[in-house]
């Protein structure tokens, strides 16, 4: 029986709350694929190594209080800024797990994918680590301008088993239209509430709205930059490319 090609699902207004990716995750064991688009209010995501920070309850409550909730997540490998502007693409598969190579297969499909996505836009990014960026990784999908790299999206996943299963939860986040320095003082100042010496730059972050202003053929579109970059996943989504790197991503014993 031939596979039933899923569609690429799109949230549409910010989220006030996290997403249910432990839902998708969980579905994703039963064998359902899954990828969903979505945006969120102003939120500070981090992971749950962050929870060897003894303040970390009270600079949480503290920056709920100031209009920026802290969300925790399994994935990940620091402290993520989110807002409208920030686009964000959640893929849940069953998979080979992460040992042999299951966890670079992973990277690399989102990382292909993405970078698909912006070529539609004129924009040509590639897996790169950016120093000072936050949530640095080599499997950043980055930028050079000027000859510096800069980073435009962060990626990070999660794995589970069950049922003798194993299924992956991979995420990417992409500035597409926010305010980069705002992003990054946010981020600034969560690590030092917490006493965590880690700090960030703003001009090692750029974003699609800037490369966007660069691009000759962009500049006179008529739908903005967050519009464009929707309608650009939507029609990348469309592609038999699209889900068959998931697919050749799974790597599923037969």
């Known amino acids: 029986m031939r596979e039933e090609v899923p569609k690429l699902e799109i949230v549409p207004l910010p989220l006030a709350q996290p997403p249910d990716e432990l839902v998708w995750l969980q579905q994703a064991l039963e064998g359902r694929v899954r990828a969903v688009l979505w945006r969120s209010q102003p939120a500070l995501v981090v992971p749950v190594s962050y929870q060897v920070h003894e303040r970390l309850p009270a600079v949480s409550a503290d920056f709920g209080l100031q209009g920026w909730p802290v969300w925790v997540r399994r994935s990940g490998g620091g402290v993520v800024p989110l807002d409208p502007g920030v686009l964000n693409l959640t893929l849940a598969y ?3 797990g992460p040992g042999q190579g299951g966890m670079e297969r992973v990277y690399a499909t989102l990382c292909t994918v993405l970078a698909r996505v912006l070529d539609r836009l004129g924009i040509h990014a590639r897996p790169l680590a950016v120093a000072g960026s936050y949530c640095d990784g080599r499997f950043n999908l980055a930028v050079e301008q000027e000859g510096v790299p800069c980073k435009l999206a962060g990626t990070a996943q999660y794995w589970r088993h069950g049922g003798g299963r194993d299924a992956v939860l991979a995420h990417a986040t992409l500035l597409v239209d926010t305010d980069v320095a705002h992003l990054t003082a946010q981020a600034n100042a969560f690590e030092a509430a917490l ?10 972050m750029t974003q699609v709205a800037h490369l966007w202003q660069a691009s000759p053929s962009q500049r006179a579109a008529a739908d903005g930059p967050l519009q464009r970059t929707i309608q650009a996943f939507v029609a990348e989504a469309r592609t038999e490319a699209f889900w068959t790197a998931l697919r050749d991503a799974r790597h599923l014993p037969s």
């Not at 006493?195 to 090692?204: E, M």
């Open 195 to 204: 006493g965590s010496p880690r700090r960030y730059r703003a001009a090692a």
């Open 94 to 96: 069953p998979a080979q």
